[in-house]
């Protein structure tokens, strides 16, 4: 029996991908970018052993089935590639045992499903020695779209394709973790709830129903796309956060331009848009950008210099009577910079409500999948998983 484990990132798009040309081969309809981001990660173990009775998978100390059409997509591309690397019929009839956990909440907006498939392909490419020899953001991508970008570190575009058969609909990277270390993020969770539609289901409505979704694709992506990218070579925070804002606000109006609607963000997540606005005009620079996935959290990307006094602002905006308390900022530590009277005079900074926010992340953008030594194993030596 072979075992290996892996970890694999969390990525938060600041161009979206929203909309499939191809739903078998989740073919998007435009390119997309991201930032990958550091401390929150899935982590996979995978045994691969002639003895075990069958395939077997566990999630977050749950067992799952494990005909998930998504597992089954990446499976079938993945045993392709090893097909065609010579591995031998013996090799490709052994049975696995997956066993995965993330360290942040699943199905909750927070892009679970793009760190899960992307350490699925890892780990499995780690398993079978295929790592540099196949393109894994292309068999990650059949697991779930935005997984591809999640397969490198630092800032990452998806680049759509145009070929039917989705060769060339792969994740490049733009910028390694280490080129804008300065740039972090803080995640203000709102909910981390299941959301009501799916990503799938919300885009898949959008594709079919959305007069608006066309012309952002084919009008607006193209430039942001290109912008954006040299705005990230030359580290221009303020072209990197204004086209940011846009795009989550463009994105959010085609999810109301769909057809019943796919309403994502709620009263709470207007008025961080609403708060992060006042505060840029307030500082007389644009500090701060907003962006939210499918669902009402808000990811801010911002410069570690501003990191103090964004965290008081949040503080301030929003009261919390677990706000001092650890489990309510999680990841990197930082101490907070009071906000001066002046400029909580020109925000018009009053408390918006209490107790609106569930927890905040602090975290930055990182490196890519790792692979993780022995004694991180999920797995114990007879292939089962050590925490049940
Ligand atoms: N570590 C993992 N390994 C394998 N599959 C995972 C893992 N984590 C999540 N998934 C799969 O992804 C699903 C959640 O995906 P979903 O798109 O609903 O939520 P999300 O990824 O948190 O949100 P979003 O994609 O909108 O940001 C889970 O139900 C599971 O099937
Ligand atoms: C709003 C988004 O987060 C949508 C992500 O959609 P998914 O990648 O979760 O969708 P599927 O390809 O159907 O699995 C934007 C983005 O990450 O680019």
Redesign the pocket.
């Known amino acids: 029996m072979k075992i290996v484990t892996c970890s694999a990132p969390v990525n938060i798009a600041v161009i979206k991908y929203w909309g499939k040309r191809d739903e078998e081969l989740l073919l998007p309809i435009n390119d997309s970018v991201s930032g990958t981001l550091s401390e929150m990660y899935?982590k996979?173990s995978i045994a691969a052993s002639p003895d075990f009775a069958g395939n077997r998978m566990w999630?977050n100390g749950v067992e799952e089935t494990f005909d998930?059409p998504?597992i089954l997509n990446v499976l079938q591309h993945f045993r392709e590639e090893l097909k065609k690397s010579g591995a031998s019929k013996e090799i490709l009839s052994w049975k696995l045992h997956i066993c995965?956990?993330?360290n942040f909440p699943?199905?909750?907006?927070?892009?679970?499903?793009?760190?899960?498939?992307a350490?699925?392909v890892y780990t499995l490419a780690t398993l079978y020695g295929l790592q540099e020899k196949i393109e894994l953001s292309a068999i990650a991508r059949v697991g779930?779209g935005?997984a591809c970008r999640s397969i490198y570190g630092g800032f990452v575009q998806w680049e759509a394709g145009n070929r039917a058969d989705g060769k060339d609909s792969i994740a490049v990277q733009l910028a390694p973790h280490t080129h804008w270390p300065e740039m972090e993020i803080l995640i203000l969770v709102v909910s981390d709830n299941r959301?009501k539609t799916?990503?799938?289901g919300g885009m898949s409505r959008s594709v079919k129903t959305s007069a608006l979704i066309d012309f952002r694709a084919k009008n607006c992506v193209p430039k942001r796309v290109q912008d954006i990218s040299k705005a990230i070579q030359e580290k221009d925070f303020q072209t990197f956060a204004e086209i940011t804002m846009k795009d989550s606000n463009q994105f959010h109006a085609i999810c109301l331009d769909t057809y019943p609607p796919c309403v994502y963000l709620n009263d709470v997540s207007h008025a961080i848009i609403d708060l992060i606005h006042r505060y840029n005009a307030a500082a007389g620079s644009t500090k701060v950008a907003y962006t939210f996935?499918?669902?009402p959290n808000a990811c801010l990307y911002l410069l570690r210099q501003d990191v103090p006094e964004v965290l008081n602002l949040v503080k301030r905006a929003f009261p919390n009577d677990k706000i001092n308390s650890p489990e309510y900022l999680k990841g990197i530590p930082v101490t907070e910079k009071p906000i001066s009277d002046d400029l909580a005079k020109k925000i018009n900074l009053e408390p918006i409500g209490h107790n609106l926010l569930k927890y905040i992340i602090h975290t930055k953008i990182g490196d890519g999948p790792q692979i993780l030594p022995e004694s991180q194993s999920l797995l114990n030596s007879s292939g089962l998983p050590i925490k049940m």
């Open positions: 899935a996979t999630l998930s998504r995965s956990e993330n699943t199905a909750a907006g927070l892009a679970s499903s793009a760190a899960g498939y350490c699925l779930s935005s959301k799916s990503s799938t996935d499918a669902g």
